[in-house]
RNA sequence: GCCGGGAUGGCGAAAUUGGUAGACGCAAGGGACUUAAAAUCCCUCGAUAGCGAUAUCGUACCGGUUCGAGUCCGGUUCUCGGCACCA
């Protein structure tokens, strides 16, 4: 042990050492409890950030104390390596987006393993290589044999920077997530995944996870969008035709006084051309075509329309209400044509307003602030019926049912439920990405490639122009495919698959990396999963998160999985801040963690991250903060090296015999009980770790003393040791060497609480008097309620708090307060 | 607008079940050691008054429950995040 505390030179001895003795290999075991502890993996962009660093150093600690804890750990790693950027660099630098890929790949695992995190190497997944992506296109194949992927054509996202199309999900603001231009429209036939199929799951199923933070399963409700309520025949006036709506609020139908259809509805094209508004509608529908999705959702937006010529008859009173196009109504969800009700919907109240139509109030809300008769706005709350035939002065919530049920038996209406989740858009006009394994035969259609083929592999004869059609269409051979079923020529598709498709169950292929006969062996997933506990930034809430549960439960449904849910609990970790904002290039903030690393080492980095805030927070960058975390380390050096020489060869056998050798005891054994609760119970790192600095204290103030029991203190530092290796490994490993214990640190048992010296002799309690502190005294411990009110009532300093008073009451909490109420 | 978080010293934060508010650390100030500096060690560190023991106030704001409220309840303000013409 060298007296200076030298974090690289350590680091990269036991990093070595690790990797030698391979002490983070897992197999199945039945004999152990398994944990699986998942950290999303990062997209190979060339380095960590330390964003990056957070996730993966949180998850190591946990990693860390429960194999030390026992537990059979698996703790994977890997790429998601298909992508944008990797195509976009090979434009760039005139390369293969490969040859980038991989040499990023190779200098981030050099930073992960620099980091020291106690990854099982040998199960790293890449999801470009075609040992995963063949597993990839066996799935896709599954899911269309089951009718969950299909081909249609439908107006779609399209990003024109990008050149792609975008899945709902990546549109952000009317934007592309990835690259921030304006989202347009376009009609192009795309493959859709069916994710709407399961929207009751995916919605219900959120229940079962209490393990989720609120926000995001809010969030995924919200999203998901489930809206009970029926749909309603209307017919059209001097026509056999019908418009179906749908509305949550049938009770309101009485009030209905016209109706609007989206102006991209095939009914509405019929009715145009014959309702003598036919240039005015065009107009509109052109007026409306012109605009972005930014535009036209905008809420400050004035409503817009255009008659057109058309009435339709309400089948509850008979009354002819007219028919308009209006962009305020979605193609997209529901029926795409809506009954208008101004009084109790704000937006067909601003709607009839600036077409002057009649506003008819059908529900009550029997508050004197509002006056039906002259509404400034619509009254969307609950109340009672009125103006509405036999159903006047039902609540209006019952007369929901009441009216349904009463038009279904005419045979107009049923209950119905929708979404706003549409389905999943997968193809992507870009080469860096899985291809899709289907053909196109001018006779049988859209098939898949027979299993024996797979993979289909990414053609090299390609062209990168950046530019419109999928890059894949340039190759020469690619798109000469065989129908399976007749055996003549049919076209491959030359678009890839959304990456998110990837990273939707590469959790399930760490459990089996290497089979090449499956995609993954359902025993060994049933070991392992599910997913114990994942960790990662909330930025992927919705996307990622969605997506790999829809996977989850179709594969459940195959029979190839068991477990319904893939990840038990999930802990989304804050951002890392600096100077208050986000660390980017463009505002110039970025701390590298390499050189963070180069500096204080590995552990000093990782403790800082794991001290500054608990894991959901943000964290604030602090370079003095992280002086103050390698200060600590190489206190914590300094002291174990004064100490080793002296301590190294004791028994760690003693009994307690002075006051500060209880002190001590105490001090070690409640660091113990802190930290192992909150490291794996509360994940709050940053108060274990006060836990351990109060020990470290301690025990420096102990070593200064005259008479020190040198078995206590050979314990203590051995404990102190094996409680900080979870977080800062390496210097860890290097201490218990120093203090002469055989094996690996991050091998030994977790260190346990002896509860016995967490009982004090005499402990401190507080006197209040009405509620305020008066007094400190100290009691012996493990009185009764009656003794320990006797005795703090008896001393000295509470009889002077009460001479003369009228004591009304006494209250007490033994061994800690007494509150006394005086009048 | 709807939904979900937050608000505690100069700063990051603790307070796990309603029971000592500010643990631990950073910054700052003072001191020891040193020719000097670095490193290290010791002390102070919410506000006000006081030499001091101590007293009063203090967890965004107003009110309530309670012997006792950062914590529970009602209301308000500010703030962050998500969703949003979804009928």
Excluded at 217 to 231: A, F, H, L, V, Y
Excluded at 345 to 353: G, I, L, P, V
Excluded at 406 to 418: Q, S
Aim: glycine residues 6%.
């Amino acid at each position: 042990m060298k007296e200076r505390y030298d974090a690289q030179a350590i680091e990269v001895k036991w990093q070595k050492r690790w990797a030698e003795a391979d002490i983070f290999r897992v197999t199945e075991d039945p004999e152990k409890k398994k944990y699986y502890l998942l950290e999303m993996f990062p997209y190979p962009s060339g380095n960590l950030h330390m964003g990056h660093v957070r996730n993966y150093s949180i998850g190591d600690v946990v990693a860390r104390t429960l194999k030390m804890q026992g537990y059979n750990v698996l703790h994977p790693m890997g790429y998601d390596s298909f992508g944008l950027p990797a195509e976009n660099a090979a434009i760039k630098h005139d390369t293969h987006p490969a040859v980038w890929t991989s040499s990023n790949i190779d200098n981030m695992n050099m930073q992960l393993k620099r980091l020291g995190f106690s990854y099982d190497w040998e199960r790293e997944v890449q999801t470009y290589r075609p040992d995963y992506y063949r597993w990839m296109q066996w799935l896709f194949i599954e899911f269309w044999k089951r009718g969950l992927a299909y081909k249609k054509e439908n107006p779609v996202n399209w990003c024109p920077s990008c050149q792609t199309v975008l899945a709902n999900e990546q549109v952000v603001d009317g934007k592309c997530e990835r690259c921030g231009t304006e989202v347009t429209k376009k009609n192009l036939s795309q493959w859709y995944l069916k994710i709407t199929d399961y929207a009751d799951r995916l919605l219900d199923d959120l229940d079962e996870l209490p393990g989720w933070p609120e926000k995001v399963k809010t969030m995924q409700r919200n999203w998901i969008g489930r809206s009970e309520g029926t749909e309603v025949e209307f017919k059209i006036k001097g026509s056999d035709k019908t418009v179906t709506v749908f509305t949550t609020r049938a009770d309101t139908l009485f009030g209905t006084s016209f109706m609007v259809l989206s102006p991209e509805l095939p009914l509405a094209e019929e009715l145009i051309a014959s309702g003598g508004f036919e240039k005015e509608c065009r107009e509109y529908q052109e007026q409306v075509r012109r605009m972005s999705d930014i535009e036209r959702t905008s809420l400050s937006k004035e409503k817009t329309g255009q008659f057109t010529g058309w009435y339709a008859v309400n089948p509850l009173t008979e009354k002819e209400i007219p028919i308009y196009i209006a962009d305020y109504v979605l193609l997209g969800y529901g029926t795409g044509a809506v009954m208008g009700v101004p009084a109790h919907d704000q937006r067909d109240f601003e709607f009839a307003t600036k077409f002057g139509l009649d506003i008819i109030p059908v529900v009550d809300p029997g508050r004197d602030d509002v006056d039906v008769n002259d509404l400034k706005a619509a009254f969307e709350a609950e109340g009672r019926m009125i103006n509405s035939g036999k159903y006047d002065g039902m609540e209006n919530e019952a007369a929901i049912a009441a009216i349904r049920e009463d038009l279904e038996k005419r045979g107009i209406a049923k209950k119905t439920v929708n979404y706003k989740l549409r389905d999943w858009l997968i193809s992507r006009q870009r080469y860096w990405g899985c291809p899709i394994p289907m053909v196109y035969c001018e006779e049988h259609g859209w098939q898949p490639v027979p299993e024996d083929q797979l993979p289909v592999l990414l053609p090299t004869d390609v062209e990168f122009t950046g530019k419109g059609e999928s890059p894949i269409a340039t190759s020469k051979s690619f798109q000469n495919g065989v129908c399976p079923i007749c055996g003549k020529p049919a076209k491959r598709e030359v678009d890839t698959m959304d990456t998110f498709l990837d990273s939707s169950w590469y959790f399930l292929r760490y459990c089996d990396p290497k089979n090449e006969s499956e995609a993954f062996s359902k025993e060994k997933v049933d070991y392992w999963m599910n997913v114990d506990q994942y960790i990662g930034g909330i930025e992927h809430a919705i996307l990622h998160l969605l997506y790999s549960r829809f996977f989850t439960k179709v594969l459940y449904d195959m029979g190839l999985v068991s477990c319904e849910e893939p990840f038990k609990n999930l802990l989304t970790q804050g951002m890392v801040l600096k100077d208050g904002s986000k660390m980017s290039k463009s505002l110039g903030n970025v701390v590298a963690p390499d050189e963070i690393v180069e500096k204080y080492g590995a552990d000093t980095a990782r403790l800082f991250i794991l001290f500054a805030a608990p894991p959901e927070k943000e964290l604030e960058w602090s370079d003095t903060g992280v002086d103050g975390s390698f200060r600590f380390l190489s206190r914590v050096y300094r002291l174990v090296y004064e100490l080793a020489p002296q301590v190294a060869s004791v028994p760690r056998t003693y009994t307690l015999e002075t006051k500060e050798d209880k002190q001590l005891a105490f001090a070690l054994n409640s660091a113990i009980k802190r930290v192992s609760a909150d490291v794996t119970g509360r994940f709050n790192f940053n108060t274990a770790i006060s836990a351990v600095m109060e020990l470290v204290n301690t025990m420096y103030s102990y070593k200064e003393l005259d008479d020190i029991n040198l078995g206590l203190l050979a314990d203590a530092c051995d404990k102190l040791v094996l409680m900080l290796c979870p977080f800062v490994p390496h210097i860890c490993e290097e201490l218990w060497e120093g203090l002469g214990r055989e094996g690996f640190a991050s091998e030994q048992p977790w260190p346990e609480c002896d509860e016995s010296a967490l009982v004090k002799d005499m402990v401190l309690a507080v006197v209040q008097v009405n509620g305020k502190l008066r007094a400190r005294i100290d009691v012996p411990s493990g009185l009764s309620k009656e003794d320990f009110e006797a005795y703090v009532l008896a001393s000295d300093e509470v009889k002077a708090l009460t001479e003369g008073k009228n004591v009304v009451k006494v209250i007490s909490v033994p061994g800690k307060l007494l509150n006394i109420v005086i009048k």
